[in-house]
């Protein structure tokens, strides 16, 4: 078959193809005038190879492109050339698309393609187009004549903050207010008249930042279509910067125009251009235009030439030294410093003055000049001796009477250690005294000096800091202080040997009491025992006025103690809340027996609403009891009324009135007017027949005004007395009253004491008293004995006697507490000590509370009552605090008794406390007390050492977990 029919040439010549056919050789058989020119090669190209005349490579990586012709025969496959395929020609490159086709019979291949290089031009013209639009700054937008977008780049999603597709949406629905369409509006009817319109516009507010943007609206027609070209360009920062430079300029008008110096500017021909406030007001200067600097500021003629030569010299924004000049303005002179900038402005030389007034401070200086010289004047014929001194030390001045101090001309001292004359040297620390100084305006102190011709005195020094011209330094002004001093010295020490004899006198006092107490107390409390059994009446009259006798030197010796505490000054108040009722009650109650004995009447008047108040209860009772108490003495017939009320009422207290009132001798005026003093009483022989020391009522005057309270008297002789005391009382609300229940257990639980006495006699009373109590009671006659016993057996409570021999109770004390480790046994201290400060020592020894000899047994009885509650309280909280925390049955597993019993027979104290406290706390139910209360003896043994206990406490546990 023949593979070109010569007929079909001259047709296929016709088309506008480019067209080559090749055998399956791959040479070509024919090929048209249009490929001859596309590819620029002659018709003898006839028979050759289509490989080495079409020859075609990818744009791209200028690889040749193979075409498997084989392929395309044998398969009878058609196919074409890959995107940026091109030819090489003698004026460059071609871009071609081609189609291989197979001839049928497997002939050859029909190859048929294009020249698409305009083509691929005007695509990559417009590929460089899109390009530039979507990268440049400015937003592009481009709507139809309705305002639907039809395109935007991406500066303009961007600008826009567009989070959506927004093609044929309306522009006019974002980031438009009113406002923004009332401008876009205002831009569109422009646009009536003209091609394009431009417009700044406030868009939109993000981060209190204002987006500004300069909006361009072009119209043109595209195809017979109206469309809107906008372009958005971010003028923020421009008008940011635009903002700041008004503000600046504005600050610096301010600045110009506020600033507290006068500034003018002048032009190069020294005319004003502008003056600023200051100028005006301060020189009182009318601002004229084109007026020159010398029509303005007037001065001699020299003063202004200079002035003017002085500007004419000053290089460009190069501001001259001050200089000086005097002005005469408005004829007033004026001392100034003026300063001088040159600077261009428009091309054009100007000038800057800044004028200085110093008028005042040369006005000043002159005053200061003749203050300088009265001062120095003055220095000189002072007292008092000034020195100077810089912060090393070097005397800089001295006045001339540091020759009348300390024996030294003036020249003699300057350069010298400022301290050189001091007794000893390096007593004053100048850099210590300066960093006083800075605290403090002035210090003041006192030293001993050594004068010139060696004579020893006291001076006070004053110490000033002094600050001049930034040059710091430290004035001293010295006085002669010797004999205030030495005066001085005999107060202190006469104060010493006052507190020394005062503190005899205390000792003295608490010696005696001691000695008067302890014999008393066996004299009281035996008498009070005896006084319990079944005597003969002659013995019982005999016993009781042994007993009377004891109390009255007893009440004596109290007496005297308040009398020194209140003399010294050491007698304190102590606030507490009380019942006043139930007290006056108890006061009224003990003299019941008295009077009765008299056939006197008692009356109680009780006028009060409130019960409750805050005071001293013990004092108020004394004074009461005493007052009451000569009350019954001194009344033999007739009745003592005691009348309680209220005289006053403020907002948190009660002006609270005692009235006393007895029928009984009375009190001359004579007397009246002494009664009131120490030592004193109404009549000596009233001393003989009813006795007393006459302190009683000095105390209580002297109690009463320190409660801040008064006390009158009213008396007639042969008629009576009525005493008045007016106490001012703090009312308080109700306290709850401690448990019935608790007190009953307290009352009626006996209970193991340790009694330490050493005296042989209160031994015997207070064991007597205590087992009438209901106690068991143990003896340690010392602090050795008494230790021992706490180590050997179990106590409850403790009654330690403090003046001990070998070891006093305080010293027991801290050894039973602090060394044996026992804390939970209350100790009272038995003292017959009465004084506060006693009290003191006392409880600061860790004692738990302490009683006073003589002890009588409602006192007794009611501080073991008191300390033995604390106890049962203090026990209470502990067990309970101990087993608040829960522990489930699978934790009740992990105790090992036999580790417990090994600890105990190794005597492992540290150990062993935690397991008995792993045990407490398991105990935690209301049906474990009984457990709870056998760990809690394990601990308290533990502390005594008491290994015994806790091992057979232990068995009773053990049995427990047995079973």
């Not at 075609?56 to 074409?80: P, Q, S």
């Not at 010696?511 to 019982?540: A, C, F, K, Q, Y």
């Not at 209901?774 to 004995?785: F, L, P, S």
Request: net charge neutral; aromatic share 8%.
């Amino acid at each position: 078959m023949q593979l070109i029919d010569v007929k079909k040439c001259n047709v296929m010549n016709s088309f506008n193809e480019n067209l080559i056919i090749i055998d399956n050789e791959f040479k070509i058989k024919y090929i048209n005038e249009n490929a001859i020119k596309t590819i620029e090669v002659n018709s003898k190209v006839y028979n050759e190879s289509i490989n080495n005349v079409l020859k075609i490579y990818d744009l791209l990586t200028k690889e040749r492109v193979e075409i498997n012709y084989n392929k395309i025969i044998e398969k009878k496959l058609k196919r074409g050339l890959p995107q940026n395929s091109i030819i090489y020609t003698n004026k460059g490159f071609k871009y071609i698309s081609a189609s291989f086709t197979p001839i049928k019979e497997g002939l050859g291949v029909l190859i048929v393609f294009r020249d698409i290089t305009k083509i691929m031009s005007r695509e990559q013209v417009f590929r460089e187009y899109t390009e530039a639009v979507n990268n440049t700054p400015i937003g592009i937008v481009i709507t139809n004549d309705k305002f639907g977008i039809e395109h935007y780049n991406p500066m303009a999603k961007e600008l826009g903050n567009y989070s959506e597709d927004i093609y044929g949406k309306n522009i006019f629905n974002y980031h438009m207010n009113d406002n923004n369409k009332i401008n876009f509006q205002q831009m569109l009817d422009k646009l009536k008249l003209d091609k394009s319109v431009s417009e700044r516009i406030l868009i939109d507010k993000q981060n209190n930042d204002e987006i500004w943007f300069n909006i361009e609206i072009v119209k043109m027609e595209f195809l017979n279509q109206k469309k809107y070209i906008m372009l958005f360009n971010d003028i923020s920062e421009k008008v940011k910067n635009e903002k700041k430079i008004i503000e600046e300029k504005m600050l610096l008008d301010k600045m110009f125009s506020e600033v507290n110096i006068g500034i003018i500017l002048l032009d190069k021909n020294f005319e004003i251009k502008k003056i600023n406030e200051y100028i005006e007001k301060h020189f009182n200067i009318v601002f004229e235009e084109r007026k020159k600097i010398g029509e303005i500021v007037k001065s001699n003629e020299e003063s202004i030439n200079n002035l003017i030569e002085d500007i004419l010299n000053v290089k460009s924004y190069k501001e001259r030294e001050r200089k000086e000049y005097i002005l005469d303005i408005n004829n007033n002179k004026f001392f100034t410093e003026i300063g001088i900038i040159k600077f261009f402005r428009n091309g054009k030389e100007n000038y800057l003055l800044s004028i200085f007034d110093y008028t005042r401070k040369k006005l000043i200086e002159e005053k200061l000049n003749k203050s300088e010289i009265s001062l120095n004047l003055l220095a000189e014929n002072m007292l008092d001796a000034i020195t100077q001194v810089n912060l090393n030390g070097e005397i800089i001045y001295a006045s001339p009477s540091n020759y009348l101090l300390f024996g030294y001309k003036a020249d003699e001292l300057i350069g010298k250690e400022f301290d050189f004359f001091l007794y000893e040297k390096n007593t004053l620390n100048l850099k210590e005294k300066y960093n006083e100084l800075i605290q403090n305006n002035d210090v003041v102190d006192e030293y001993f000096v050594i004068k010139k011709n060696g004579e020893g005195i006291w001076i006070e020094i004053k110490f000033s800091l002094v600050n001049e011209n930034g040059n710091e330094s430290i004035v001293l002004v010295s006085r002669d202080a010797t004999i205030r001093i030495n005066a001085r010295k005999k107060l202190i020490k006469a104060k010493q040997l006052a507190e020394k004899n005062d503190k005899m006198k205390g000792e003295f006092l608490a010696n005696t009491s001691h000695e008067i107490r302890t014999p008393l107390n066996g004299i009281i409390g035996m008498s009070s025992i005896s006084l319990m059994d079944d005597l003969p009446d002659n013995v019982r009259e005999n016993v009781k006025l042994i007993k009377s006798s004891a109390e009255s030197l007893m009440n004596i010796i109290n007496g005297i103690l308040d009398f020194s505490k209140i003399e010294a000054g050491k007698m304190d108040m102590v606030e507490n809340e009380m019942n006043l009722k139930e007290e006056v009650e108890n006061v009224y109650k003990n003299f019941l027996y008295r009077t009765k004995d008299k056939n006197i009447d008692l009356i109680l008047e009780y006028q009060l609403i409130n019960d409750m108040y805050l005071g001293d209860v013990g004092r108020i009772k004394q004074i009461l009891i005493n007052i009451i108490g000569n009350a019954v003495k001194f009344t033999s017939k007739g009745s003592v009324k005691i009348v309680v009320s209220k005289v006053n009422e403020n907002i948190e207290s009660d002006d609270i009135r005692f009235e006393i009132i007895d029928t009984g001798i009375g009190i001359s005026k004579k007397n009246r007017e002494s009664i009131f003093e120490s030592y004193s009483q109404g009549d000596g022989t009233y001393t003989r027949k009813f006795g007393g020391t006459g302190l009683g009522l000095s105390i209580c005057k002297m109690l009463v005004e320190k409660m801040r309270g008064t006390i009158n008297l009213k008396s007639k002789v042969g008629e009576g007395s009525n005493f008045k005391i007016v106490l001012p009382l703090k009312r308080v609300e109700l306290i709850e009253e401690i448990s019935e229940e608790i007190e009953k257990i307290v009352e009626t639980e006996s209970i193991k004491i340790l009694l330490v006495e050493d005296d042989i006699i209160n031994r015997k009373f207070l064991r007597r008293l205590l087992e009438k109590l209901g106690h068991t009671v143990d003896i340690a006659e010392n602090g050795i004995v008494a230790i021992n016993k706490v180590m050997e057996k179990e106590f409850d409570l403790i009654l330690m006697d403090i003046q001990l021999p070998e070891m006093d109770g305080i010293e027991v004390t801290k050894v039973i507490k602090n060394e044996l480790g026992i804390t939970d046994i209350p100790i009272i201290a038995i003292t017959a000590h009465a004084r506060e400060e006693d009290e003191k020592i006392i409880l600061e020894g860790g004692l738990d509370d302490y009683i006073s000899k003589p002890i009588s047994i409602m006192n007794l009885s009611m501080i073991i009552n008191r300390n033995i509650k604390s106890k049962v309280d203090n026990t209470k909280s502990i067990i309970e605090n101990a087993f608040t925390k829960t522990i489930s049955n699978n934790e009740y597993k992990k105790f090992d008794i036999k580790k417990i019993e090994l600890l105990i027979q190794n005597k492992n104290r540290e150990y062993l406390e935690k397991e008995l406290e792993n045990l407490k706390q398991f105990f935690n139910n209301e049906d474990d007390k009984e457990f709870r209360n056998i760990i809690f003896k394990s601990i308290m043994s533990l502390r005594r050492k008491d290994y015994n206990s806790i091992k057979k406490n232990m068995g009773i546990i053990a049995k427990f977990f047995n079973e």
